[in-house]
């Protein structure tokens, strides 16, 4: 594929319309007025985007159903599936949209994130992270019970010894994949021997049904440029492999080798035995994943387009050089690099205090912002960004055209 580079500037400002100047006597639609006008699924009246009480959070639709089709057709073309991370969007009817478009199910962080997305029609979940309490072990196993597509990581002897005793004591079967370690230590067994050794366990012990492995090489994802990206998640996945083989050749059951992520969503095809990719922050994507460059433009990862945005609105422009904005840390997070202003140049946002924005004008900013102006912001980093709302905005042509609950918001237990 031929390189080219597109500029960080040109690509913001091909992002389309940065912002819109309306008279304060335009309506500011809060979420429970907008709840009350979504009648049966529906949008009873024309609303645009720009109407919304700030700050808002925005999904736009034709940039979401792009990025799922990206990945899909990726996918296909590669061989292997996507089992899409649910801790990104929590939303159901994200997770829903995902699997209608060919994913093998989803993945969550939380057991609180697993029942949200079983409660709201989600039966396919792989929970990858090892439930180490007996008050979680038993929701996990008792959501096991129900959900038959369950799947439970865990990464040690004694946690598997746990979740055999659980199960049994609710006569159940519950299948487990073994976390290997891709080397950050973060979780997960050491691959070779220590992880054979524990996949035979959960093979042997009563109630447990070893699905295979899952190894999450997180540390990659956001390694800046393809090539070093490509170099450093396959090297590191060797050993994932390597044990891969291992278990086949112990006659094990490996149907299930679950890993990588949004940067690294092209390689993983390449790890030997991978059946599915975890990405996440593909849907909406953020500016962490925006400036690590891709296979095609090394400038900007352009591969996903940019659909979760923060509505937010001037509050002060007395000032030289600089405007207020009404979404601060409350509505942003403090996850750096920060929140980019869409579609401008020029100028730079940061979201240190609680409750208001910077904006800051550098050297010929491409617009100055006025009070009452409303402007988009894409967001620093997804997935913290989703758990400080409870609904998103679904916008088509920047009009209203559904609106979604985050179920799994807060599911952080
Ligand atoms: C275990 C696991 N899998 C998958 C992902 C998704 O990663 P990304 O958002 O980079 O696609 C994450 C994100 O942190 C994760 O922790």
Same mark, same amino acid.
């Given at each position: 594929?031929?390189? &080219?580079?597109?500029?960080?500037?040109?690509?913001?400002?091909?992002?389309?319309?940065?912002?819109?100047?309306?008279?304060?006597?335009?309506?500011?639609?809060?979420?429970?007025?907008?709840?009350?006008?979504?009648?049966?699924?529906?949008?009873?009246?024309?609303?645009?985007?720009?109407?919304?009480?700030?700050?808002?959070?925005?999904?736009?639709?034709?940039?979401?159903?792009?990025?799922?089709? =990206?990945?899909?057709?990726?996918?296909?073309?590669?061989?292997?599936?996507?089992?899409?991370?649910?801790?990104?969007?929590?939303?159901?009817?994200?997770?829903?949209?995902?699997?209608?478009?060919?994913?093998?199910?989803?993945?969550?962080?939380?057991?609180?994130?697993?029942?949200?997305?079983?409660?709201?029609? /989600?039966?396919?979940?792989?929970?990858?992270?090892?439930?180490?309490?007996? =008050?979680?072990?038993?929701? *996990?196993?008792?959501?096991?019970?129900?959900?038959?597509?369950?799947?439970?990581?865990?990464?040690?002897?004694?946690?598997?010894?746990?979740?055999?005793?659980?199960?049994?004591?609710?006569?159940?079967?519950? %299948?487990?994949?073994?976390?290997?370690?891709?080397?950050?230590?973060?979780?997960? /067994?050491?691959?070779?021997?220590?992880?054979?050794?524990?996949?035979?366990?959960?093979?042997?012990?009563?109630?447990?049904?070893?699905?295979?492995?899952? $190894?999450?090489?997180?540390?990659?994802?956001?390694?800046?440029?393809?090539?070093?990206?490509?170099?450093?998640?396959?090297?590191?996945?060797? *050993?994932?492999?390597? =044990?891969?083989?291992?278990?086949?050749?112990?006659?094990?059951?490996?149907?299930?080798?679950?890993?990588?992520?949004?940067?690294?969503?092209?390689?993983? &095809?390449?790890?030997?035995?991978?059946?599915?990719?975890?990405?996440?922050?593909?849907?909406?994507?953020?500016?962490?994943?925006?400036?690590?460059?891709?296979?095609?433009?090394?400038?900007?990862?352009? %591969?996903?387009?940019?659909?979760?945005?923060?509505?937010?609105?001037?509050?002060?422009?007395?000032?030289?050089?600089?405007?207020?904005?009404?979404?601060?840390?409350? *509505? $942003?997070?403090?996850?750096?690099?920060?929140?980019?202003?869409?579609?401008?140049?020029?100028?730079?946002?940061?979201?240190?205090? %609680?409750?208001?924005?910077?904006?800051?004008?550098?050297?010929?900013?491409?617009? =100055?912002?006025?009070?009452?102006?409303?402007?988009?912001?894409?967001?620093? &980093?997804?997935?913290?960004?989703?758990?400080?709302?409870?609904?998103?905005?679904?916008?088509?042509?920047?009009?209203?055209?559904?609106?979604?609950?985050?179920?799994?918001?807060?599911?952080?237990?």
């Amino acid at each position: 594929m031929p390189k &080219h580079s597109m500029s960080r500037r040109r690509f913001l400002q091909s992002t389309g319309a940065a912002a819109i100047w309306l008279p304060s006597s335009v309506k500011a639609y809060t979420s429970s007025e907008m709840q009350a006008l979504y009648a049966d699924g529906v949008m009873q009246q024309d609303v645009s985007k720009w109407e919304l009480d700030t700050p808002a959070l925005c999904v736009d639709l034709d940039a979401l159903e792009a990025n799922i089709a =990206t990945m899909q057709t990726t996918m296909s073309r590669n061989g292997i599936a996507s089992r899409p991370h649910a801790k990104t969007h929590k939303c159901p009817t994200i997770a829903r949209m995902q699997i209608d478009q060919g994913s093998i199910g989803i993945c969550t962080a939380k057991v609180s994130e697993a029942e949200a997305m079983f409660q709201h029609g /989600i039966d396919q979940i792989l929970m990858t992270t090892s439930n180490v309490t007996s =008050t979680k072990i038993r929701r *996990a196993m008792t959501l096991r019970q129900v959900c038959d597509g369950f799947v439970q990581a865990t990464d040690s002897p004694s946690n598997a010894r746990l979740l055999s005793e659980a199960a049994a004591a609710l006569g159940i079967d519950a %299948d487990l994949v073994v976390d290997l370690d891709p080397g950050g230590h973060r979780t997960g /067994i050491t691959p070779g021997q220590a992880a054979l050794a524990l996949a035979q366990l959960v093979d042997q012990l009563p109630a447990l049904k070893l699905k295979g492995l899952l $190894c999450y090489d997180g540390g990659s994802q956001h390694v800046v440029g393809f090539q070093q990206r490509k170099d450093q998640t396959l090297g590191r996945l060797i *050993a994932a492999s390597d =044990t891969y083989d291992l278990l086949q050749q112990s006659g094990l059951n490996t149907e299930i080798f679950s890993g990588g992520g949004t940067g690294t969503y092209n390689i993983d &095809h390449e790890t030997r035995g991978l059946t599915d990719v975890q990405v996440g922050s593909y849907v909406f994507m953020d500016a962490q994943y925006l400036g690590i460059g891709g296979e095609s433009n090394t400038e900007v990862y352009s %591969d996903f387009q940019t659909s979760l945005t923060i509505l937010t609105t001037v509050l002060n422009d007395q000032y030289a050089g600089r405007a207020t904005t009404d979404a601060g840390a409350k *509505a $942003c997070t403090i996850n750096r690099p920060w929140a980019i202003i869409k579609g401008e140049s020029g100028m730079s946002y940061s979201s240190g205090s %609680d409750e208001f924005g910077t904006i800051r004008y550098d050297a010929d900013p491409s617009r =100055t912002y006025k009070v009452g102006d409303k402007l988009e912001l894409i967001v620093s &980093h997804c997935d913290p960004v989703v758990n400080l709302y409870d609904q998103m905005y679904a916008i088509r042509h920047d009009k209203v055209e559904a609106i979604w609950q985050i179920a799994a918001r807060g599911m952080s237990a």
